[in-house]
């Protein structure tokens, strides 16, 4: 057992216990920002993994697509309609955790065995280190084309979807402005994209 | 293509002669090339800040730092100890465990991104083959660290502040991200110091402005606007948000915050150098000047002068770049939020796709010199 090897399978239980634990943690606290947060560094541990398993740039493109923007994205989202409300009591709320419960736990069992029926090649491939960027794109551009095209329509159409919702255009009666009864019905009116909640 | 002086080699062949092995020589010698960029980072921190008290002075007409130092060149010195010895106040609503956390997660990131940054052949902490791209990966981080400060304050100008912080670096990003991808389709590398050497054939003659002038003058500007300096510095407009996310902050942790933008900065300008401007290279080839004086590359004396003189070559273009930063900050009134994100998504993303494009096709047509 060499330096090397010990650093690795130390790096390897640090992660893996900061991955479990916080994605425990995003699922069970209350506060939705926490959540966020940890959602970020779970997906940077998961970033750690992958540089522990030598693929370097996997691990770049994690940070920079999963923390740099989607968990920025969410954050956004939060920060701009969090606006501390309580959340009314849902009917039926413990049957609804019983049942979800009950999917997890299912999935938990069919990817358990899953995991103790295939039968893996151990060791792996040996890993090809710095080359691996120019063998991704390789894949990328040629026998991956087609996904890769579809993956690209995909967020182009998501893309348009969110313009076309947020500049939903909406009438204003224009005569109305000075006329101090219908100023309550005018700031009804306003634009979805930030509404009063949002402002508080 | 010569080795250079590799100091690592001779370092751990050193540690082993005195009876240690080889592993243990390697522990011994991680650290060290770590804490020399640190304490470089931090030494050109004070530089920078010196040097924009007095640019700031000149650009006002006063004399500025004046008693600290001969020509005020201790005042750095006491603005950190002043803000080494202030009271440390949390705010009492505020959220304590994010408040603390968020300007760690602004300045780790910037110091990690110091790993890529070289100043010779073999005078970085470690050439990684994914080099620049590992800056832009590290460089999204800091967001999440500025959205966690301006939200745990509790304090609807740092919130406001730290969600402009976000949405400016967002923006900013992409066409950064994308003058870089046109420097490494010439270079066909990643890594920073293939992208130098390739630029280091002619003299200044090849470095990449003369063949990249639009993806420099983005990467300039997306630069300044992801270090949040004049004209971009909207996260902590003085006249709106008080002073955006670092509002509620005081002493050493306001001091992260200050420390992490100016070490941007001095970052940004090494990076642009090592693009654009051919990193540690002198302006005349050294190879043709050594061969003119009669002495072959590979002598330890012309070795030693080249390697000096790349360093001082990074650092002097890295500090033209700076004044030139301070100086814009000086001088240029600030953009509004709404101008800011359209220059980033209307003007300036279309122009470095094109950008990109034209490489793509200039490097089919002409791959003598634009890297085959």
Same mark, same amino acid.
């Given at each position: 057992?060499?330096?090397?090897?010990?650093?690795?399978?130390?790096?390897?239980?640090?992660?893996?216990?900061?991955?479990?634990?916080?994605?425990?943690?995003?699922?069970?606290?209350?506060?939705?920002?926490?959540?966020?947060?940890?959602?970020?560094?779970?997906?940077?541990?998961?970033?750690?993994?992958?540089?522990?398993?030598?693929?370097?740039?996997?691990?770049?493109?994690?940070?920079?697509?999963?923390?740099?923007?989607?968990?920025?994205?969410?954050?956004?989202?939060?920060?701009?309609?969090?606006?501390?409300?309580?959340?009314?009591?849902?009917?039926?709320?413990?049957?609804?955790?019983?049942?979800?419960?009950?999917?997890?736990?299912?999935?938990?069992?069919?990817?358990?065995?899953?995991?103790?029926?295939?039968?893996?090649?151990?060791?792996?491939?040996?890993?090809?280190?710095?080359?691996?960027?120019?063998?991704?794109?390789?894949?990328?551009?040629?026998?991956?084309?087609?996904?890769?095209?579809?993956?690209?329509?995909?967020?182009?159409?998501?893309?348009?979807?969110?313009?076309?919702?947020?500049?939903?255009?909406?009438?204003?009666?224009?005569?109305?402005?000075?006329?101090?009864?219908?100023?309550?019905?005018?700031?009804?009116?306003?634009?979805?994209?930030?509404?009063?909640?949002?402002?508080? | 293509?010569?080795?250079?002086?590799?100091?690592?080699?001779?370092?751990?062949?050193?540690?082993?002669?005195?009876?240690?092995?080889?592993?243990?020589?390697?522990?011994?010698?991680?650290?060290?090339?770590?804490?020399?960029?640190?304490?470089?980072?931090?030494?050109?921190?004070?530089?920078?800040?010196?040097?924009?008290?007095?640019?700031?002075? *000149? #650009?006002? /007409?006063? $004399?500025?730092? +004046?008693?600290?130092? @001969? !020509?005020?060149? =201790?005042?750095?010195?006491?603005?950190?100890?002043?803000?080494?010895?202030?009271?440390?106040?949390?705010?009492?609503?505020?959220?304590?465990?994010?408040?603390?956390?968020?300007?760690?997660?602004?300045?780790?990131?910037?110091?990690?991104?110091?790993?890529?940054?070289?100043?010779?052949?073999?005078?970085?902490?470690?050439?990684?083959?994914?080099?620049?791209?590992?800056?832009?990966?590290?460089?999204?981080?800091?967001?999440?660290?500025?959205?966690?400060?301006?939200?745990?304050?509790?304090?609807?100008?740092?919130?406001?502040?730290?969600?402009? *912080? #976000?949405? /400016?670096? $967002?923006?900013? +990003?992409?066409?950064? @991200? !994308?003058?870089? =991808?046109?420097?490494?389709?010439?270079?066909?590398?990643?890594?920073?110091?293939?992208?130098?050497?390739?630029?280091?054939?002619?003299?200044?003659?090849?470095?990449?402005?003369?063949?990249?002038?639009?993806?420099?003058?983005?990467?300039?500007?997306?630069?300044?606007?992801?270090?949040?300096?004049?004209?971009?510095?909207?996260?902590?407009?003085?006249?709106?948000?008080?002073?955006?996310?670092?509002?509620?902050?005081?002493?050493?942790?306001?001091?992260?915050?200050?420390?992490?933008?100016?070490?941007?900065?001095?970052?940004?300008?090494?990076?642009?150098?090592?693009?654009?401007?051919?990193?540690?290279?002198?302006?005349?080839?050294?190879?043709?000047?050594?061969?003119?004086?009669?002495?072959?590359?590979?002598?330890?004396?012309?070795?030693?002068?080249?390697?000096?003189?790349?360093?001082?070559?990074?650092?002097?273009?890295?500090?033209?770049?700076?004044?030139?930063?301070?100086?814009?900050?000086?001088?240029?009134?600030?953009?509004?939020?709404?101008?800011?994100?359209?220059?980033?998504?209307?003007?300036?993303?279309?122009?470095?796709?094109?950008?990109?494009?034209?490489?793509?096709?200039?490097?089919?047509?002409?791959?003598?010199?634009?890297?085959?």
């Amino acid at each position: 057992m060499n330096i090397a090897y010990s650093t690795e399978l130390i790096c390897f239980l640090i992660l893996s216990a900061v991955v479990v634990s916080g994605s425990l943690a995003v699922v069970l606290l209350e506060n939705i920002v926490y959540s966020a947060f940890l959602l970020g560094g779970v997906f940077m541990a998961v970033a750690g993994l992958y540089l522990l398993l030598n693929a370097s740039f996997v691990a770049a493109a994690q940070i920079l697509v999963y923390v740099g923007a989607v968990n920025v994205l969410i954050l956004f989202a939060i920060m701009l309609v969090n606006n501390k409300e309580k959340l009314k009591p849902i009917e039926g709320l413990r049957t609804r955790k019983f049942i979800s419960g009950g999917v997890c736990g299912g999935l938990l069992i069919l990817l358990l065995r899953v995991n103790i029926t295939t039968k893996w090649n151990l060791p792996g491939p040996t890993s090809i280190g710095e080359e691996a960027t120019e063998r991704i794109g390789e894949h990328l551009f040629t026998d991956y084309l087609l996904p890769f095209e579809l993956a690209s329509i995909l967020l182009l159409m998501a893309m348009i979807g969110a313009i076309v919702l947020a500049r939903r255009e909406v009438s204003i009666p224009t005569g109305d402005i000075n006329d101090l009864k219908n100023k309550k019905s005018l700031s009804d009116k306003k634009i979805p994209l930030l509404s009063e909640n949002s402002l508080k | 293509m010569n080795s250079g002086i590799d100091l690592e080699m001779s370092f751990t062949q050193g540690v082993q002669n005195l009876g240690l092995s080889h592993e243990l020589a390697h522990l011994l010698w991680i650290p060290l090339p770590m804490l020399l960029v640190l304490v470089s980072a931090v030494i050109g921190v004070l530089v920078t800040v010196w040097l924009e008290r007095k640019i700031s002075a *000149a #650009a006002q /007409q006063r $004399i500025g730092p +004046e008693y600290a130092g @001969a !020509l005020g060149i =201790l005042q750095p010195m006491a603005d950190g100890l002043k803000l080494l010895v202030k009271e440390d106040i949390i705010p009492a609503r505020a959220d304590s465990v994010l408040f603390t956390v968020g300007p760690i997660l602004v300045l780790v990131p910037v110091i990690l991104s110091w790993l890529i940054v070289p100043f010779g052949q073999n005078l970085l902490i470690s050439n990684v083959g994914i080099g620049i791209f590992l800056w832009i990966a590290l460089s999204s981080i800091q967001p999440i660290g500025l959205l966690m400060s301006g939200y745990s304050s509790n304090n609807k100008y740092s919130l406001l502040g730290g969600l402009r *912080a #976000a949405a /400016q670096s $967002i923006s900013y +990003e992409i066409p950064l @991200a !994308l003058a870089v =991808l046109a420097i490494v389709m010439m270079s066909n590398s990643l890594s920073t110091v293939d992208i130098v050497e390739q630029q280091n054939t002619a003299g200044f003659l090849s470095w990449n402005i003369w063949r990249q002038p639009v993806g420099f003058i983005i990467f300039w500007i997306c630069a300044l606007a992801e270090c949040e300096r004049l004209p971009f510095d909207l996260p902590e407009a003085e006249e709106e948000l008080v002073a955006g996310y670092q509002t509620e902050y005081a002493g050493m942790k306001f001091a992260l915050f200050y420390l992490a933008g100016y070490i941007n900065l001095v970052l940004s300008a090494l990076l642009v150098s090592v693009l654009y401007l051919g990193g540690w290279g002198f302006p005349i080839s050294i190879d043709w000047f050594s061969s003119l004086i009669g002495l072959s590359i590979d002598n330890p004396l012309v070795q030693i002068i080249a390697a000096s003189l790349g360093i001082v070559m990074t650092i002097l273009k890295a500090y033209l770049l700076v004044f030139l930063a301070i100086l814009l900050r000086w001088t240029t009134p600030r953009v509004r939020i709404d101008q800011l994100l359209d220059l980033g998504w209307k003007f300036l993303l279309p122009i470095s796709l094109v950008n990109l494009l034209v490489t793509a096709s200039l490097k089919l047509a002409f791959p003598m010199t634009f890297g085959g």
